[in-house]
């Protein structure tokens, strides 16, 4: 089922391996001319013009954009026992995780009289977005509500696509986790208007004020990445997240089922979702794809499944050795990386680029999805070679306080001066001047 690539024998570049590797993705730039229109529409008419497409794109018309309190607490009163439990499981752990990620002032004393410190400010009010479509994903209200709390944002605002099934609301699985999670404001929309709503605000239905936000967060489909990159500079964004992927590196050592499930947990997201096995054992690729068929068939998304494990985003890569298998998996940069070899802590160790590392077999992707502490919104398509996963820093601006004496000013004036001059800036060094009288003096 999974295509091979045969990399043995070789040293391909950095440059060989982009071109080589399995990888899908989608065209971004392919939907801007219908996504633009209506960022533009929603940003001229607000909360209607969102509402109108919604109607067009979710076949429900809400009637309002912020969900109703008594309807979020219905929809946590309503949740499955097992379900309450599981989420209040994944938010203590989450919750662990992220407060180890705040961080404190910083003063350096520069200078005799002279300091600057680095602050940490939260982000005044942030919009959170969590999609709808194939599958329900109360984990993302999770992965995206508890750094931003962790970082201490004051005001915060999920937005979820509106559902037919359930009177125009997001789904109440989703409006449970933001009642376990103290969300009080929900908004029922969703799609690149949604995004354009939370980067502008307006009016709900009732005349009630909807701020907008000063930084967007969470995944989406590619007409939300495409609203997402429209809308940055008028607010911050997370990243410009694309299809899901998995890759594996292992050795002879690692168990072929496993690989195997983890292979398709992952294409049971979407059918451009990519999953990668990167080893120098040939036997493990045949028995990994015999294992792949066999599990594929029985599961329930099997459609979604096959199709996306047979797409030319997905496939099998066979190397030389784990230094050969490291070359690959550090240049296809995978959103999660899992490690099943001998030394899976000491490879683990040598990976530069992942957006996040599952150690061993008994550390699988899923268990990152919901449980596992970690964050699961990590960025895809090769950025993690220079981006981080969603954290507390994503909520947080650093702010450099600068505070010098007099004698400290004066230590340094000249200096100032003489590089305010190499720049043809001579105003610069004229603001330094005029608050000491012999330099003043001399010019």
């Not at 999805?369 to 070679?385: E, F, I, K, Q």
Request: with cysteine; charged share 20%; glycine share 8%.
């Amino acid at each position: 089922m999974l295509s091979r690539t045969d990399l043995r024998g070789t040293t391909p570049t950095a440059a060989q391996l982009r071109r080589a590797l399995p990888r899908g993705g989608t065209d971004v730039n392919a939907v801007l001319p219908t996504v633009t229109p209506v960022i533009e529409d929603v940003k001229a008419h607000g909360a209607s013009a969102a509402l109108d497409y919604g109607e067009r794109f979710d076949k429900v018309r809400p009637t309002s954009v912020r969900v109703p309190a008594q309807v979020i607490a219905d929809a946590a009163a309503s949740l499955d026992p097992a379900v309450t439990a599981a989420l209040r499981e994944s938010i203590t752990r989450a919750r662990a995780v992220h407060a180890d990620q705040r961080r404190a002032t910083v003063t350096t004393q520069v200078a005799p009289g002279g300091q600057v410190a680095e602050k940490w400010v939260p982000v005044r009010r942030v919009g959170l977005y969590v999609p709808g479509g194939n599958a329900v994903y109360p984990s993302s209200v999770v992965m995206n509500v508890v750094p931003a709390q962790a970082a201490g944002v004051q005001s915060l605002v999920v937005a979820s696509p509106p559902q037919a099934d359930f009177g125009g609301w997001p789904h109440p699985t989703i409006l449970a986790a933001c009642a376990l999670l103290g969300v009080d404001e929900v908004w029922a929309v969703g799609g690149a208007q949604g995004v354009a709503l939370l980067a502008y605000g307006g009016s709900d239905t009732d005349g009630a004020e909807l701020d907008p936000v000063d930084l967007i967060t969470g995944p989406g489909n590619i007409y939300v990445t495409a609203a997402k990159r429209l809308v940055r500079g008028v607010v911050g964004i997370d990243s410009e997240a694309g299809p899901t992927e998995i890759a594996i590196l292992a050795d002879d050592s690692a168990d072929p089922r496993h690989i195997a499930a983890d292979l398709i947990s992952q294409a049971e997201h979407d059918v451009l979702a990519a999953s990668v096995l990167v080893t120098d054992s040939e036997a493990l690729a045949d028995a990994v794809d015999e294992q792949v068929i066999a599990q594929a068939g029985a599961t329930k998304h099997a459609q979604r499944v096959a199709q996306a494990l047979t797409g030319p985003q997905s496939g099998i890569v066979l190397v030389d050795d784990l230094d050969a298998g490291l070359r690959v998996v550090d240049e296809y940069a995978a959103e999660h990386l899992e490690i099943q070899t001998r030394d899976a802590v000491g490879v683990a160790d040598r990976v530069r680029n992942a957006g996040a590392v599952f150690v061993g077999p008994y550390s699988p992707v899923s268990l990152g999805d919901y449980c596992a502490g970690s964050n699961h919104v990590l960025p895809t398509s090769g950025s993690a070679r220079f981006a981080s996963g969603l954290s507390v820093q994503t909520f947080l601006k650093g702010v450099h306080v600068i505070d010098y004496d007099e004698d400290a000013l004066a230590a340094v004036a000249q200096q100032v001066i003489t590089l305010a001059d190499a720049e043809d800036l001579p105003a610069h060094g004229d603001a330094v001047k005029q608050r000491f009288a012999a330099l003043r003096a001399q010019s």
